[in-house]
């Protein structure tokens, strides 16, 4: 069994910060790629940013300059620095983990966090 947990979420005014972490625990062999999404109401979940387990960074167009995804292999940790935050930023954040199964199988597994709101308003 694996599990992320997310913390960092809160109410900031538009043009503040908040940092998001994500921790992962359990029997964990290999993790790949790690991301953070967003759900915002009434819309599909999207993909916020991404980190492969050497360090490559991918963002969405609208968080890029002000989002900044790093991860603690060691950890198995991932964080979300978020600046210069706006109203369209509210949304629930999930983190996400793509690891191996335990060696000797080809199996790839997808986890998700419980999420952890977001909420920017004046």
């Known amino acids: 069994q694996v599990q992320l947990v997310e913390s960092g979420g809160g109410l900031v005014q538009p043009g503040g910060s908040l940092r998001l972490s994500c921790a992962a625990s359990?029997?964990?062999?290999?993790?790949?790629?790690m991301g953070w999404y967003r759900q915002a109401p009434g819309k599909q979940r999207e993909l916020v940013a991404t980190?492969?387990?050497?360090?490559?960074?991918k963002y969405v167009d609208s968080v890029k300059g002000r989002f900044t995804i790093s991860r603690d292999n060691v950890e198995k940790s991932v964080y979300l620095q978020m600046n210069d935050l706006k109203l369209d930023d509210t949304a629930v954040y999930y983190c996400?983990?793509?690891?191996?199964?335990?060696?000797?199988?080809?199996?790839?597994?997808?986890?998700w966090g419980q999420g952890t709101q977001v909420t920017v308003s004046a």
């Open positions: 996400n983990a793509v690891r191996s199964g335990p060696p000797g199988s080809t199996l790839v597994y997808f986890d």
């Open positions: 359990g029997s964990i062999f290999r993790i790949y790629t």
């Open positions: 980190i492969s387990s050497a360090g490559t960074t």
